[in-house]
């Protein structure tokens, strides 16, 4: 498994951005399929961005398309999530996820971070 560390969150108003990062180690950064989910209080982890090992390929959940964008820097081994136009509902803790199998597997994200919290205030 790929160890993997958050940054980047913090508060922000309704409107405004943010960009996370996530760093990985070990030198098999490359092989994997990364995402980003989320959990706000209450409610269940879900889904939020995946991105294909090559950075190739990506996909959304509904509500943060057009919005959120997922990139990754291979070389630098480190996983981007760029949230504009924030809402409220964004908030949650967000979570870095890797993956050895098929990035649209989003059952099969076996590598977490710790998480970093985004509060979007209104």
């Known amino acids: 498994q790929v160890q993997l560390v958050e940054s980047g969150g913090g508060l922000v108003q309704t409107g405004g951005s943010l960009r996370l990062s996530c760093a990985a180690s070990?030198?098999?950064?490359?092989?994997?399929?990364m995402g980003w989910f989320r959990q706000a209080p209450g409610k269940e982890r879900e889904f939020v961005a995946a991105?294909?090992?090559?950075?190739?390929?990506?996909h959304y959940l509904d509500s943060v398309k057009g919005r959120f964008t997922i990139s990754r820097d291979n070389a630098k081994n480190t996983v981007y999530l760029q949230m504009n136009s924030l809402k409220p509902e964004d908030t949650a803790v967000y979570y870095c996820?890797?993956?050895?199998?098929?990035?649209?597997?989003?059952?099969?994200?076996?590598?977490w971070g710790q998480g970093t919290q985004v509060t979007v205030s209104s």
């Open positions: 991105i294909s090992h090559g950075g190739t390929n990506t």
């Open positions: 070990g030198r098999t950064f490359s092989t994997y399929a």
């Open positions: 996820a890797g993956s050895n199998y098929y990035y649209g597997d989003r059952t099969r994200f076996d590598s």
